[in-house]
């Protein structure tokens, strides 16, 4: 007999709930933390990661740049762009994408909710 399939809206994609783990939500904060153009690092399963508010919108993205490690939570984030703290590589927090050298590689993003005030990243 096959195994039923559960279709995980979060990830877009189906599952076999006895051999996959279902991926959750974890509050990490709440919006109240976070006004808009600010950031704040939060560490989720052993990860650090950066929560950040970009015209009320809340983005979640590793705190780790690709390029030398530097710790993008510390930099500056300017218009959906945070620029990282060692040598100014910038990245778009929306996609993760590079915007401006040295890095070239992107740095992780995560799925990001908001319920009721509080902030809920997708466990990574
Ligand atoms: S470590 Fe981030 S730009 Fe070099």
Redesign the pocket.
Known sequence: MAAAMCYDYYTNRFANPLEEPMSEFVKVGSVDEIPPGEMKIVEVGGQEIVLANVGGDIFAFSNE??????P?GEGLLMDGVVE??????QFDVKTGEPVAE??TEAVSTYQVRVEGGAIMVLQP
């Open positions: 740049c690709t390029h030398r490690g530097g993008l990282c703290p060692f040598h100014g590589g040295p890095p």
